[in-house]
Every structure is written in structure tokens, then in C-alpha cells.
């Protein structure tokens, strides 16, 4: 799999970041391909679906779902499933969402029409830049541990305003107003000094998924399913000109 042109990974890998990248190739480096690649791929086998019974079970299968979604969104065939009469009721017993993708609150990437899944498909967390915290966390924690999730999408974009805020206020900008500050300071180890201007903010967006998803994989609940098998933490970038989402090695 490719990453962006250009952008290097920062210093020695971590054990956290370790773990990170095994959880994403073992097993799925021919799903991801054909994401990368850009060609629809046929059908899973493991339909998505709002019932405990019809959702995908493990790492490559959930990947692999939301691998022919986004191929159906940015060619435009769209199905918009789990949306029906009988899933509706389904769910009014219990969810069993087969991904969690942790997202930007960015209105121009919304996950459930980015991977083309329905209700009670993905657990859906969001925060400016993807930027963790203690609420974040937990959030994520429930719904690997309490629902089982064998998938964490960490969803980067293309002309993340938070990222270039942080651009901004690490050249020197005024600090920003009340708790935006904050994300400020999350997004700072994700600048690299070397690069200037646009390509400074574009890399600093890969780098910032990156980090999220090594931190999160290095959680110790999360990084002992991720060393079991059960579990795959995965970094991915949306490119807002392309509809496409990436994955990020």
C-alpha cells in the first residue's frame, strides 16, 4: 500500500506504532490494494447489515466492507443500505455496529455516506482533527470492548481546518479562543518544521492520523486484541477532491 507522496515516516517505529502497522497488513494488505488501486471490488460475503447475525465478524472482513462502500460513494452507486422498515425495528433491541471510525467533525466528511453504510453499521465518534481525549477514549474503549468491534478507523481528510489551525498557531499565530486551544496542542507533534506552507498542513494531516492511531493502538485494552488477531486499528485519509478514502501504512 502507498501513503502520500512525499511524506516520510517520522524517526524509529514504536512498539505501539508496531502493532499499529501489523493490525493493518496482516491479512489485508489485498483488501486495502484494491482501495488503493480505486477499482470496485464484488460483493463481501459478509454483507453489512444492522442484525448481530449479517455484520462482518473480524479485521479484514469489516475492512473489506467498508473498502466497497467508499468504492460505491465515490462512483457514485450508492446503496444507502440498513435504512428500511424492517432494519429500523431490528435495532430498537440492540446495535451491533461492525466498525468504529473515529472522524473529524468536519461536515464534509460524514462516515456513514463516506463508507456508504446505514444505521447501526458503524459506531461513529468525531472530534476536531480526530484529537483524542479522555471522552474520546472511552468512547471507542465501549465500543471495541463492550460491542465487540473488530475494526478502529482513524478518518483523516483533506483541508482539515484544525490541522491547519495548528499549522497557523506553530508559526507563531495568536492562541486560539477557549478549548480550541486544545486541539492546538494535540495536533503540534504532528508538524513537521521541515516543510513549508501547503505541504506543511497536507503532511501534518497524515502524520496527525498516524499518531492517533499509534496511541490508540498502544492502549492496553485495545493493544491486546490488536496482538490477538481480533482486533485492527487503521489510519485512512479522505480526499475531499476524489471522494476516495486511502489508507495510511
Known amino acids: 500500500m502507498r501513503g502520500d507522496a512525499g511524506v516520510d515516516d517520522e524517526g524509529p517505529a514504536r512498539p505501539g506504532r508496531r502493532r499499529l502497522v501489523r493490525g493493518v497488513l496482516t491479512g489485508a494488505a489485498a483488501v486495502a490494494a484494491g482501495l488503493v488501486a480505486g477499482f470496485p471490488r464484488a460483493p463481501s460475503s459478509a454483507p ?4 448481530a447475525g449479517s455484520r462482518p465478524t473480524t479485521p479484514d472482513s469489516a475492512l473489506e466492507t467498508l473498502v466497497e462502500g467508499n468504492a460505491r460513494w465515490r462512483t457514485y452507486h450508492e446503496r444507502h443500505p440498513d435504512q428500511t422498515r424492517t432494519v429500523r425495528r431490528t435495532l430498537v433491541a440492540g446495535q451491533h455496529p461492525f466498525a468504529v471510525v473515529l472522524g473529524c467533525v468536519d461536515s464534509r466528511v460524514p462516515p456513514e455516506l463516506v463508507f456508504d453504510q446505514g444505521l447501526g453499521d458503524l459506531l461513529t465518534v468525531r472530534s476536531a482533527g480526530e484529537v483524542l481525549d479522555e471522552a474520546v477514549l472511552g468512547s471507542i474503549a465501549y465500543g471495541v470492548l463492550e460491542l465487540r468491534i473488530p475494526l478502529v478507523v482513524v478518518l483523516g481528510h483533506q483541508s482539515c481546518g484544525a490541522v491547519a489551525a495548528a499549522v497557523r498557531a506553530a508559526e507563531g499565530g495568536p492562541l486560539l479562543p477557549g478549548h480550541m486551544q486544545y ?37 492496553p485494552e485495545l493493544a491486546a486484541k490488536v496482538a490477538a488477531g481480533s482486533l485492527a486499528v487503521v489510519g485512512a485519509r479522505y480526499e475531499l477532491t476524489s471522494q476516495r478514502v486511502r489508507l495510511i501504512p
Open 183 to 219: 486541539l492546538v496542542d494535540q495536533i503540534r507533534p504532528a508538524i513537521d518544521r521541515t516543510l513549508r506552507g501547503a505541504a506543511r498542513i497536507d503532511a501534518a494531516i497524515t502524520a496527525n492520523v498516524r499518531l492517533v492511531g499509534a496511541r490508540l493502538a498502544a492502549e
Open 48 to 51: 453489512a447489515g444492522g442484525g
